[in-house]
Antibody, heavy 123, light 107 residues
């Protein structure tokens, strides 16, 4: 069955970086876009960006362009999301989520989600 | 970005009740509207995609409706496991955006 397993919780100081992983299994990894969504207190769910591990460059929400980097490793079926220059407002649960559609064009509908990774930014 | 406004923000209902949640988009999104259910401490779960299509494995008591800017999610007979927060999400344009959610409590 489809599974997305994320790395564990992180505590970081302001200005630091954090890298969260999402390991996929149970489906052809390179055929589906993987997205990153975060849930921050008082900010609701926010889409950060996506990547299709089979090719193509990552796409980012304008708000997070320059502070978020998404990469993929097809050899390990893993996608990574790195946030730089962390601020307290980046404290959130970060989720990876698979796109419903396979192929080169994403549908931006999310059918499978990772368990979430809590990132806490505190001095 | 397209804004999604959900109402009510919270509700309390009894098992067996018919419950309707609404989601209004700030501009027309055709039928590109999804609904998710999230229980505390868990990831969201896709219930309905493109306004009214039931995701595989989701009980038939969940029904989606709407087109354009106004959408609804109806639970025809509320069950104990339906507690949690329901979110709408538009996939019409990037970035995809989410509503702030309706929190459902079981009386």
């Amino acid at each position: 069955q489809v599974q997305l397993v994320q790395s564990g919780a992180e505590v970081k100081k302001p200005g630091a970086s954090v890298k969260v992983s999402c390991k996929a299994s149970g489906y052809p990894f390179t055929n589906y876009h993987l997205h990153w969504v975060r849930e921050a207190p008082g900010q609701g769910l926010q889409w950060l960006g996506m990547i299709r591990p089979g090719g193509g460059r990552p796409i980012y929400a304008q708000k997070f362009h320059g502070t978020v980097t998404i990469t993929g490793d097809a050899s390990t079926s893993t996608v990574y999301m790195e946030v730089n220059s962390l601020r307290s407002e980046d404290t959130a649960v970060y989720y990876c989520a698979r796109d419903v559609q396979s192929g080169t064009s994403p549908g931006y509908d999310f059918d499978y989600w990772g368990q979430g990774t809590l990132v806490t930014v505190s001095s | 970005d397209i804004q999604l406004t959900q109402s009510p923000s919270s509700l309390s209902a009894s098992v067996g009740d018919r419950v309707t949640l609404t989601c209004r988009a700030s501009e027309t999104i055709s039928n590109y509207l999804n609904w998710y259910h999230q229980k505390p401490g868990e990831a969201p779960k896709l219930l309905i995609y493109t306004a009214f299509h039931l995701q595989s494995g989701v009980p038939s008591r969940f029904t989606g409706s709407g087109h354009g800017t106004d959408f609804g999610l109806t639970i025809t007979s509320l069950q104990p496991e339906d507690f949690g927060t329901f979110f709408c999400q538009q996939s019409y344009s990037t970035p995809p955006t989410f509503g702030r959610g309706t929190k459902v409590e079981i009386k």
